[in-house]
């Protein structure tokens, strides 16, 4: 018998007869099932001779949809502990794990293939090309040929219908087959050359010294999450690329995980083209692939035909028959949360996988998370460090500008103060290059009538709309809402209406008239909507082409450009002043890896950091490098609050288009918890979103704060179970919450 997990029913468990001609069936293989007069795809999670069930009863599996097994042991039991977990229908994590073509039993793309029957007489040749001249030119071709190739391909070049080949097969003078064709998942030629060219450098002590390490305990075998905490520049990846070639010398398989693959072009490149220089085949996972590469990229790891995956957080599932190695980059980047059902943790994941298959974990990061750092004091991970940069090149000079001084001083009183202005000016005329950064797009980002104080709002959300002078439009940064910017106060029609606030685009104009003589580039969500944009955007500012780049959170990581001497930070205050406990901690994050791209290469960086708040303390912790401070200062308060990581936090928020109804179901739900869950969990709430209507949809959260957060998740799913949640109201969980709004 086969207990089994109706994809389109979630939750439910069911067991069916195996019918002798399914017979053998592994776990894992995508089934049809009869259930309740309908034939239902299912994914067979059990063989059992156990069953409450009267055997007789029992119905027969009628059908496959896989071919064998589509998610390995291992990827079965991850699946049941994510549903499980993250408090989400299996069928979603399945969904999530399997690619469509593979799920839906598709086949790979076949190809046909031709080749000519040898030996071939001189006279036969001969013969053809006085009675059928285009197959003897055909068959000469393939004869040249020193194996088969592609029919298409071949009639395609020679200008030929499929009626030529056809006629020499029928001859008996060549022969057709079909073969599986694996769609390439990644091409590009990113700076591909100035990769390859420079060959693996010799370590300098101090990755020797981290190598060494971790490679002791790679070697040891067994499960183990380590951290490496290297500072910006301090040569990560060349520590990663070596535990990755000692891994594939054993033949064994690697995961290579990253936030965003789009994001990390410079990393996915330069791991990619060391590692397929050493023989290794290479998958790059990522979302731009089609549904066939996706599938494709499947069957190549789960036929052991790739031996590394480098991908974003979805990479975590890739079905390694032979998985050694785990390595997650930037560690506590929030887009490892997957910010929609199943809501996972990449990198909580990727740690059960290593855990699972008991290999060695390897995070990374020069500002790590600080649920990592609490591990590592807790001695359930291991750490090594790197404290300088390779080369001895010095970790950049930090200057805090006071805003509200400059701005009372009377100059610079716009977007730079006066220090970051005539740095500005100074790298322009050394031809060093300067980032500036401000994480918010658009021009300005709020209209304030002052004659009658009345606020330009979306109108579907409680959100400001912000203005793009790009096309003189404002738009809503949540719902897409746009709409001509007006000239005059949408209210009482007053003249004086003023746009406040900056983004990027604003930050650009004012380069530009302060540097007129500069090549300045945006890259935000706006300007990298055209495909190939970012990519070719950083390609040039590589060549010297750019002399100052402007940019949101996309350019705060991991690039990697030496002759960058100057960063800007438009607005420390920005992060620093969202309604999210974990504030401070990006902040200070955003800081130290801003920073990190000035002075990577043999002139020594400045940034400068412009804030109203400089006493701040991750301003300050971030301008003295002083991470363990920082670390302490923040673990405290968050142990003082119970915050994560002393709790785990349980979000859920219920929304829908009626407010009162929202609040009275929220109540009505609260009043529940109260009396089901233990009084070891901590309720809060109901309590209005930060942004209270997305969408025209109002919210309203409840949080749960559990140290036994499965069990407190689980509670909470048999409740959702049996509340009756009226129309018109969705409700969701999200376990370990990162994204607050
Ligand atoms: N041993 C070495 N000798 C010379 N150059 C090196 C060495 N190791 C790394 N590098 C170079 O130093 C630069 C920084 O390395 P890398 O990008 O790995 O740093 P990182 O620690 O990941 O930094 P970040 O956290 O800022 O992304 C790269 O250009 C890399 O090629
Ligand atoms: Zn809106």
């Given at each position: 018998m086969a207990e089994v997990v109706p994809l389109s029913r979630g939750d439910l468990r069911l067991t069916y007869r195996i019918p002798s001609a399914l017979q053998p069936l592994l776990p894992g293989t995508l089934v049809i099932v009869p259930l309740q007069r309908r034939r239902e795809k299912a994914v067979v999670v059990k063989l059992t001779d156990v069953c409450d069930f009267p055997q007789n009863k029992l119905l027969n599996i009628s059908g496959l949809l896989s071919e064998g097994s589509v998610l390995p042991p291992d990827l079965l039991k991850l699946a049941t502990w994510m549903a499980g977990y993250y408090m989400a229908p299996f069928r979603t994590v399945v969904?999530?794990?399997?690619?469509?073509?593979?799920?839906?039993?598709?086949?790979?793309?076949?190809?046909?293939?031709?080749?000519?029957?040898?030996?071939?007489?001189?006279?036969t040749l001969e013969a053809l090309?006085?009675?059928?001249?285009?197959?003897?030119?055909?068959?000469?071709?393939?004869?040249?040929?020193?194996?088969?190739?592609?029919?298409?391909?071949?009639?395609?070049?020679?200008?030929?219908?499929?009626?030529?080949a056809e006629g020499l097969v029928e001859k008996g003078l060549a022969k057709c087959h079909?073969?599986?064709?694996?769609?390439?998942?990644?091409?590009?030629?990113?700076?591909?050359?100035?990769?390859?060219?420079?060959?693996p450098p010799a370590l300098t002590e101090e990755q020797e010294a981290a190598f060494t390490r971790l490679e002791e305990v790679r070697k040891e075998g067994g499960f183990a999450c380590w951290l490496l905490h290297g500072v910006t520049g301090s040569g990560k990846t060349e520590v990663y690329l070596r535990l990755m070639e000692k891994t594939l010398e054993e033949g064994g398989q690697v995961l290579f995980l990253v936030p965003e693959i789009a994001l990390a072009p410079q990393t996915v490149a330069r791991v990619r083209s060391r590692?397929?220089?050493?023989?290794?085949?290479?998958?790059?996972?990522?979302?731009?692939?089609?549904?066939?590469?996706?599938?494709?990229?499947?069957?190549?790891?789960?036929?052991?035909?790739?031996?590394?995956?480098?991908?974003?957080?979805?990479?975590?599932?890739?079905?390694?028959?032979?998985?050694?190695?785990?390595?997650?980059?930037?560690?506590?980047?929030?887009?490892?949360?997957?910010?929609?059902?199943?809501?996972?943790?990449?990198?909580?994941?990727?740690?059960?996988?290593?855990?699972d298959r008991k290999v060695m974990c390897l995070l990374g990061s020069a500002t790590p998370a600080l649920e990592t750092l609490y591990n590592v004091r807790a001695e359930k991970f291991g750490v090594v460090k790197l404290t300088k940069r390779v080369d001895d090149r010095q970790m950049p000079l930090l200057h805090v500008v006071d805003l509200r001084r400059a701005?009372?001083?009377?100059?610079?009183?716009?977007?730079?103060?006066?220090?970051?202005?005539?740095?500005?000016?100074?790298?322009?005329?050394?031809?060093?290059?300067?980032?500036?950064?401000?994480?918010?797009?658009?021009?300005?980002?709020?209209?304030?009538?002052?004659?009658?104080?009345?606020?330009?709002?979306?109108?579907?959300?409680?959100?400001?709309?912000?203005?793009?002078?790009?096309?003189?439009?404002?738009?809503?940064h949540l719902c897409g809402y746009e709409k001509e910017a007006p000239t005059y106060c949408p209210s009482c029609r007053s003249p004086d209406f003023k746009w406040k606030g900056s983004g990027t685009q604003k930050v650009e104009?004012?380069?530009?008239?302060?540097?007129?003589?500069?090549?300045?580039?945006?890259?935000?969500?706006?300007?990298?909507?055209?495909?190939?944009?970012?990519?070719?955007?950083?390609?040039?500012?590589?060549?010297?082409?750019?002399?100052?780049?402007?940019?949101?959170?996309?350019?705060?990581?991991?690039?990697?450009?030496?002759?960058?001497?100057?960063?800007?930070?438009?607005?420390?205050?920005?992060?620093?002043?969202?309604?999210?406990?974990?504030?401070?901690?990006?902040?200070?994050?955003?800081?130290?890896?801003?920073?990190?791209?000035?002075?990577?290469?043999?002139?020594?960086?400045?940034?400068?950091?412009?804030?109203?708040?400089?006493?701040?303390?991750?301003?300050?912790?971030?301008?003295?490098?002083?991470?363990?401070?920082?670390?302490?200062?923040?673990?405290?308060?968050?142990?003082?609050?119970r915050y994560p990581p002393y709790r785990h936090l349980i979000r859920q928020v219920l929304q829908g288009r009626n407010e009162e109804k929202i609040w009275f179901v929220a109540e009505k739900w609260a009043e529940e918890a109260e009396k089901t869950l233990g009084a070891d969990v901590e309720i809060r709430g109901p309590a209005p979103t930060p942004i209270e209507k997305v969408a025209d949809e109002y919210r309203v959260q409840l949080w749960y704060f559990t140290s036994a957060v499965s069990s407190t998740g689980q509670r909470l799913a048999r409740m959702a179970q049996k509340f009756e949640l009226p129309d018109g109201v969705k409700m969701m969980f999200d376990v370990d919450a990162v994204g607050l709004r």
């Open positions: 969904e999530a794990m399997v690619p469509a073509p593979v799920r839906e039993g598709k086949g790979q793309m076949r190809e046909t293939m031709i080749e000519a029957i040898r030996p071939v007489e001189k006279e090309n006085k009675a059928a001249r285009r197959q003897g030119e055909l068959l000469q071709f393939l004869l040249q040929q020193t194996k088969a190739q592609p029919r298409s391909l071949v009639l395609k070049r020679m200008n030929m219908s499929a009626s030529v079909s073969e599986s064709r694996v769609r390439e998942s990644y091409q590009d030629g990113l700076d591909a050359e100035a990769v390859t060219a420079s060959g590692l397929v220089s050493t023989g290794a085949n290479v998958v790059v996972w990522h979302s731009n692939l089609s549904a066939g590469q996706r599938a494709d990229a499947f069957r190549e790891v789960a036929e052991g035909r790739a031996n590394v995956v480098v991908g974003a957080r979805s990479a975590v599932f890739a079905p390694f028959p032979d998985l050694r190695l785990v390595l997650v980059d930037e560690e506590h980047e929030p887009a490892y949360k997957q910010e929609e059902t199943p809501r996972y943790h990449g990198r909580d994941v990727a740690i059960m996988r290593a855990f701005r009372a001083a009377g100059k610079g009183g716009g977007l730079f103060s006066p220090l970051l202005r005539d740095k500005m000016i100074d790298r322009l005329e050394k031809g060093e290059q300067t980032i500036l950064f401000l994480n918010r797009r658009g021009y300005s980002t709020t209209a304030l009538c002052p004659s009658c104080g009345h606020v330009v709002e979306c109108p579907h959300c409680s959100v400001g709309l912000t203005l793009h002078r790009t096309d003189n439009r404002m738009r809503c104009a004012a380069v530009q008239a302060l540097l007129p003589k500069a090549r300045v580039v945006r890259l935000d969500a706006d300007s990298a909507r055209k495909r190939n944009h970012f990519r070719s955007v950083l390609q040039n500012f590589r060549k010297g082409k750019i002399d100052v780049l402007v940019g949101t959170q996309m350019i705060a990581k991991g690039l990697d450009f030496p002759n960058v001497t100057l960063v800007g930070l438009i607005d420390a205050d920005l992060s620093l002043h969202q309604e999210d406990f974990r504030a401070a901690e990006r902040t200070f994050q955003l800081i130290v890896q801003v920073s990190g791209r000035s002075g990577r290469g043999d002139r020594a960086g400045e940034v400068v950091v412009q804030t109203l708040t400089p006493h701040a303390p991750p301003i300050q912790f971030a301008r003295r490098q002083d991470f363990d401070g920082f670390l302490d200062e923040e673990l405290s308060l968050r142990e003082e609050f």
